[in-house]
């Protein structure tokens, strides 16, 4: 029973490079969120996807990017990294997207960009 | 926009006792959900208790349970006989009905419990 599976735990980066942080869940959700989380602060969302083929952006989507591959599979793309993006970066899933339902997190990314 | 306020970066409690972790929001909005969120060492995101706020009955989850005081916009989270594992960074979150989900997270509360 994997439920949100996040890869890669750890990255570094240089300014400019790349990358792709990789998420997959089991549970057959509709819904899919990006979440960041830097030190002193809670948690913001990136992007969300309420359904395969379709995404919209969050509270902090600048420099960043995603896809709903399929069903179970979301990603989010940093095509030119910046020292503003270290963060530890959460992706979550839920069923239909429904606040009254239960929000379930992978166990982070930590990016740190040079 | 709404945001989620907590007052208290830390706080200490000595296993047994009981311990009050505040939270404050700011909202027009009449129909919304509050959540208190527990991260551990490990990082991993563990959804604690959720209150709805067309409910006056506050929340309890065993030894957690809310005070919810909506004309006040405040939401505390009372855990009781804190034990070692309690250990953990705290989030208050707030979430619109409807919303699709999309939290506010207030900047956290890192409670220590000793032995």
């Known amino acids: 029973n994997a439920g949100v599976t996040q890869t890669p735990k750890f990255q570094v980066l240089k300014t400019g490079q790349s990358m792709t942080l990789q998420c997959a869940q089991d549970?057959?959700?509709?819904?899919m969120y990006w979440y960041r989380q830097d030190p002193g602060m809670g948690l913001r969302l990136i992007y969300y996807?309420?359904?395969?083929?379709?995404?919209d952006k969050g509270e902090v989507p600048n420099g960043y990017n995603v896809s709903r591959l399929n069903k179970r599979e979301f990603s989010l793309r940093l095509e030119s990294a910046a020292p503003s993006q270290t963060s530890v970066y959460f992706c979550?899933?839920?069923?239909?997207?429904?606040?009254?339902?239960?929000?379930?997190f992978g166990s982070g990314t930590q990016l740190s960009v040079l | 926009a709404q945001t989620v306020t907590q007052s208290q970066p830390e706080m200490s409690v000595q296993e047994a006792e009981t311990v009050t972790l505040s939270c404050t929001y700011d909202t027009s909005e009449n129909n919304y959900y509050l959540f208190w969120y527990k991260q551990p060492p490990s990082r991993q995101m563990i959804l604690v208790i959720r209150q709805e706020a067309y409910k006056q009955q506050n929340a309890t989850e065993n030894r957690f349970s809310v005070n919810f005081q909506k004309a006040a916009k405040s939401f505390s989270l009372k855990i009781s006989d804190s034990q070692l594992g309690d250990t953990a960074m705290y989030f208050c979150?707030?979430?619109?009905?409807?919303?699709?989900?999309?939290?506010?997270f207030g900047k956290g509360t890192l409670l220590t419990v000793n032995p």
């Open positions: 979550a899933s839920s069923e239909s997207g429904a606040e009254r339902e239960k929000l379930f």
């Open positions: 996807s309420a359904s395969e083929g379709t995404t």
């Open positions: 979150a707030f979430a619109l009905v409807g919303s699709n989900y999309k939290l506010t």
């Open positions: 549970m057959n959700h509709n819904s």
